[in-house]
């Protein structure tokens, strides 16, 4: 059995022997996406899309209840509506997808396929904001976005992936900032109750912000491997957008202003650092806050009278408690079983067989630590909610005990140069705010600025990189 | 208030004026949908999408209990990914949108965005099904698709829209089979149960049926004007698709075979239903099962001691008994809260006025048969409930009736001509199944075959059209 057992298993690379192999095997072993005949694009199977759907359904839950209406945005958007707005047409037309005919037709005018929605909606926004009685609009989508990738990664690149972008308009600046910070905020409150996933909160540099965006925040997250993954972002637009589409609204002295605007989104990236935070090499861990299913119950010696009536009695009572709970009643062996529910990362398994009916309690393993505990079945419905809460809450802990103690501070550029070279992690250097500092060290070591950090510290007085007087304090490091 | 209050709704078109002008002023009155600036995209606004997404919660919900699994597929499909099952292609390449670009760069091959996804699943299918073992595939995706239409209407037609599109894959005809039946079934309990939509079903004639399918059965809902809607439809493919695309499979004796496969879909179309079922000339009625919002509460002297706070308190009680409430607490009268509320559908209505705190009542009015009742505060969360139930039946039972007055039955040719021209609604007639006969009904009436009902009746032993002996009866109707 033990043969069988790690067979699949066996077919994962270590994380430690060639992390970005581990990643891919994973990925597939748990059958989360396969590959697709179109360049670039991937399909999303059932165990990979029904994360996706939990994501979906409790961050938007989140959204409305800040006040969030969801809204569908065309697919396409005419090439003259794109360019409405400069910045954001420099930063995007090199990557989109274009329609050139619709069936034998050749179109008059060219539609690219979104590769976000910005222009769509300040088009629209430009219809229905009249009066400052329409505002604020605080709108979101959920849809699908392409760009024109070169190279692809399954969830962390690809030409067109998943997400939710809203986009928001109000009377003032003021208003629209502290959309802009909530959004954020809410993000990272998101990744760290669900997902398990501690973050660093800040600034982008002008640099790294998005096209067309006065300001852009980030939340940024830390993979197992030591590189960064920005996980959500939330735009500041000003009225940029506003001037470009002639989105205005009469306010109560019937003057005429132009709205201030934000735009936010996660995508189906989150996956990837999901995987890449949590995983082992048996496979994916999965919170049980997000798991599509959060208990498997495998039945051992199936056939003897009794196995699996106790174990779909035990389903079902879980069930009722509000449980996501699946039952592996399929021929294959007890010790396969248990590797394709470590590979799929479900967080607990529930063993149950003709020694535990006798003695009238199950076993249950968990899929992080493979602790196991024996419950007594009438304590099942108690006790598995208290589980899985820990076990969520370790995972937390856990990832956060990995970023501090990846996070490390450079005085000097040749420190820093040479953390960059031995560290995995972030790395917090002062810089003095210009950009030829960023793409030095770009150039020398491949790590960028991830953010401006909300707490910063004072390291030091100047920028290592060039030796000028410093204004920020900056989270470097090499990203996905 | 009389005044201000009907303005709103005097901007409707009365159905019996005209019925398309009536159904575009809802639409937009109600704030259902907007238009775009590209070419037959329509933008679903918060009122709009917030009827799929309860759409998408309730029918995903009796897909999952059939064992349905959610998928993502590609947006694109390469041209020979198409071109692989014949008559599927002919179907969809004359209206399909084509990427020849990304970015700058023209693709090696073009891309039609989906108008559909057959081949993109049968293209999956053939990868990942290889034993018995691995079968069924019950798959299910909601996304967007696009056909390149000349002619729009809101939800009706349009270039682009949203649907949900189940594709399985079987070991046998006869369970296919099977499948496909249980979706018809499933979408017709899911049209009487949540939008009071009574339906016929049947088997689409050969003329009718859908590109690459062996036989496409249908779901018919009869709209105000009488004229007919296709609501749903299921598909059995046989072994076509699966010999096209080589998805083989070894049963228990080691022998290979193609699998059978079904697809079946519904769209945002079934909004237009809705709207045209159950409308009236003050807008929108949206029957409670599936109403984004049942209840608006609407405050009267809201600027008196109490009011607010009586308003706030109920809304809070109904919403822990899990009823869906607003309350419009705007700075707008009385009456043209109460038009608002008319147009927009809301199926339940709640007036609280200080009177009514005097009393000790707050006064419900029906949408769809503007009836009014008194109910005490403390008998509010056990009446208003039943009240919703009530309406909801009682708009389904309206519905049948008007589906059951306007079948008509013609025993001779001429018959049928007159009842077509004269009588709104189906007309049932025998028919020797060939296509020609159609061609001829189409000609001189406009009207099409809508279904074989599985129902059949035996009205004579002739074709009325040609004299040959008859085959099956059919309904015949006017379809958007």
């Not at 109000?170 to 409150?189: P, W």
């Not at 709970?325 to 010790?335: A, F, I, L, Q």
Request: glycine fraction near 6%; charged fraction near 30%.
């Amino acid at each position: 059995m033990a043969d069988k057992a790690n067979k699949l298993v066996r077919e994962i690379t270590s994380m430690n022997d060639d992390f970005a192999q581990w990643y891919t095997d994973v990925v597939k072993k748990a059958e989360l996406i396969e590959y697709s005949k179109v360049r670039g694009c991937m399909i999303l199977r059932p165990n990979g899309y029904a994360i996706w759907e939990n994501i979906q359904k409790n961050l938007d839950a989140m959204f409305k209840k800040t006040g969030v209406e969801n809204v569908y945005m065309p697919l396409f958007i005419p090439e003259s509506l794109l360019q409405k707005e400069k910045d954001h047409v420099e930063g995007f037309a090199p990557e989109v997808a274009w329609v050139t005919h619709g069936g034998d037709e050749k179109l008059e005018e060219r539609l690219c396929v979104r590769p976000t929605s910005e222009t769509l909606f300040c088009d629209l926004y430009s219809k229905i904001v009249h009066s400052h009685r329409d505002l604020p609009k605080l709108y979101n989508q959920w849809c699908s976005v392409v760009r024109w990738e070169k190279t692809t990664r399954p969830f962390l690149r690809s030409a067109e992936f998943l997400w939710q972008e809203g986009h928001t308009a109000h009377a003032t600046k003021e208003e629209a900032i502290e959309r802009t910070i909530q959004m954020l905020n809410l993000y990272a409150d998101f990744l760290e109750q669900y997902l398990a996933i501690p973050v660093i909160k800040g600034q982008k540099t002008d640099k790294e912000k998005f096209a067309g965006a006065e300001d852009t925040y980030t939340v940024e997250a830390l993979m197992h491997d030591g590189k960064a993954l920005q996980s959500a972002t939330s735009h500041y637009f000003g009225d940029g957008f506003a001037k470009a589409f002639e989105i205005q609204y009469t306010d109560k002295e019937n003057k005429l202003s132009y709205v201030h605007q934000t735009s936010w989104g996660m995508s189906t990236r989150i996956i990837g650092a999901l995987i890449m935070v949590h995983g082992d090499d048996s496979g994916l861990v999965l919170p049980p806050n997000i798991a599509p299913t959060q208990i498997m119950i495998i039945p051992v010696a199936q056939h003897k009278e009794g196995v699996l009536e106790k174990a779909d009695q035990i389903k079902k009572a879980l069930e009722n408690s509000g449980l996501s709970v699946k039952c592996d009643v399929s021929e294959k062996s007890p010790g396969w079983k248990f590797s394709e529910q470590e590979i799929r990362g479900i967080p607990l398994r529930l063993e149950i067989g003709p020694k535990d009916i006798e003695k009238g309690t199950a076993t249950a393993v968990r899929r992080d630590t493979r602790e196991k505990t024996e419950i007594p079945f009438d304590a099942l419905e108690t006790q598995i909610p208290i589980l899985l809460e820990k076990m969520q809450s370790e995972m937390l802990e856990r990832a956060k005990k990995h970023l501090e103690s990846h996070i490390y501070t450079a005085a000097t550029y040749d420190e820093f140069k040479e953390l960059i070279k031995t560290k995995p992690g972030f790395v917090k250097m002062m810089w003095c705010g210009d950009e030829a500092c960023e793409l030095k060290v770009k150039e020398d070591t491949t790590a960028t600025s991830r953010c401006m950090p909300f707490e910063q510290e004072k390291i030091g007085d100047v920028c290592p990189i060039c030796g000028r007087p410093a204004k920020k304090m900056v989270y470097w490091g090499k990203a996905y």
